[in-house]
């Protein structure tokens, strides 16, 4: 069996968003992760993911709110600068998409969570090079991972919202068959019956 290693871009970006009083959103991102997907055969059906993010790098545009979000009743950045995710299973998902089991660490606590997968083509860039592109979405509850807040006013979770959408649009580059390792580059953006998705072909785009 050959292992294909395709890094995930720094074009690619991972974005959440949650409720805030009830009535409006509040839109983020992380700005510092690395991550890889092995493709055993060619076979993106079979694919594994290991996602690492600085939790550290949370950004959603106001600092004071950041800097709460790095605090102990949030993301506790000082005892746990790391969320990871690794995929557990695949499986088919609707119209040539995929479900992706996966394991998320966060703040210390491990549950499971499922990626919604839409593959939006393969191509090669100038320099021949193979490139894939998709996204993925899920939902998680942030009380379940500890991210409890501040409970004395925001008990019932009216302030900032329980559910935290999450969306993640991915560039994967293929690596030459000797640069396979168990780890990525890290990317910083401070500034700014399974389906078989063989290489070289176009990955089903969802309609």
Do not use: C
Not at 91 to 98: Q, S
Not at 108 to 117: F, I, N, W
């Amino acid at each position: 069996m050959s292992i294909e290693r395709w890094d995930i871009a720094s074009s690619s970006g991972i974005h959440f968003t949650v409720r805030h009083l009830l009535i409006s959103k509040v839109h983020g991102r992380f700005t510092r992760w690395s991550g890889m997907v092995l493709v055993p055969d060619g076979d993106w059906g079979r694919a594994t993911v290991d996602i690492v993010i600085d939790a550290s790098s949370i950004d959603t545009g106001v600092a004071a709110r950041d800097t709460g979000l790095r605090s102990a009743n949030f993301l506790d950045v000082g005892r746990y600068p790391q969320i990871r995710f690794r995929t557990l299973q695949v499986t088919a998902g609707p119209i040539g998409g995929l479900h992706a089991l996966g394991q998320l660490t966060l703040k210390g606590r491990v549950g499971q969570v499922t990626l919604e997968v839409e593959g939006s083509g393969a191509t090669r860039d100038p320099r021949r090079t193979p490139r894939a592109r998709f996204s993925a979405q899920t939902a998680i509850r942030r009380r379940g991972f500890g991210a409890s807040g501040n409970v004395v006013w925001d008990k019932y979770g009216i302030m900032i919202g329980e559910r935290v959408d999450i969306e993640i649009d991915v560039e994967a580059v293929r690596q030459p068959a000797a640069s396979i390792s168990l780890r990525g580059d890290i990317h910083d953006r401070t500034v700014s019956p399974r389906p078989s998705f063989r290489s070289g072909q176009a990955i089903r785009p969802i309609k």
